[in-house]
């Protein structure tokens, strides 16, 4: 019965669970809709560099570094201007907000993305896939 359950196995329940969710705050629920397209591993990845990038630069603004040159602010944009769409688009949910929220929401994004990855091994090991 599990082994047929797994078959057919939908790695986007968690995102689409997410995404539907009224008690989440609209930029989790358009966050976990964007994820929803994205590979399992790409998209974590994606996902967990923008986090890191951005939770960096919250740490930067803590500290009182304000120059524009700065390993995170550098880091951003050398993420940017590879211009991949699905980092793009996660970078535009939550740039008007403050570094911290936005790490936070991006950190969020992660941590689901890490349970869609891990079912993978699950499921192959249980289907054979």
């Not at 609209?26 to 890191?52: F, H, K, M, P, T």
């Not at 929220?101 to 994004?109: D, F, P, V």
Request: with cysteine; aromatic share 6%; hydrophobic share 45%.
């Amino acid at each position: 019965m599990i082994r047929d359950y797994l078959a057919t196995y939908d790695f986007n329940l968690p995102l689409d669970d997410a995404a539907a969710d009224p008690e989440l705050p609209l930029v989790r629920r358009r966050l976990a809709s964007l994820a929803a397209s994205e590979g399992l591993n790409a998209g974590y990845y994606e996902a967990q560099e923008l986090a890191e990038a951005f939770l960096d630069a919250a740490r930067e603004a803590n500290a009182g570094i304000e120059e524009d040159d700065s390993p995170a602010r550098e880091r951003l944009r050398d993420i940017l201007d590879r211009d991949l769409d699905y980092q793009q688009e996660l970078f535009e949910e939550v740039c008007e907000m403050p570094l911290a929220e936005a790490a936070a929401h991006l950190i969020w994004l992660t941590d689901l993305m890490r349970q869609r990855v891990d079912m993978a091994p699950v499921v192959s090991a249980t289907v054979g896939r």
